[in-house]
């Protein structure tokens, strides 16, 4: 089953755009998915920023 997504409105330069659309057409695949997905890259390579929760590990260290 499909997750809930939520609408929100991103500005991207007229070379991403046409970048993407390029994509699109040769994989199918809709733009939005690609967004998406760099959104996750984003948030992995920034994830020891972001609040999160200790591992059990963690807390025997100190």
Do not use: C, F, W
């Not at 059990?56 to 260290?61: I, P, R």
Request: charged share 25%; glycine share 4%.
């Amino acid at each position: 089953m499909a997750r809930k997504k939520i609408s929100t409105t991103v500005y991207i330069t007229p070379e991403q755009n046409e970048q993407l659309k390029l994509l699109h057409q040769r994989t199918k695949v809709p733009v939005a998915v690609y967004i998406r997905e760099g959104i996750d890259l984003v948030l992995e390579q920034h994830k020891h920023e972001l609040p999160g929760q200790l591992t059990l590990d963690a807390g025997a260290k100190r």
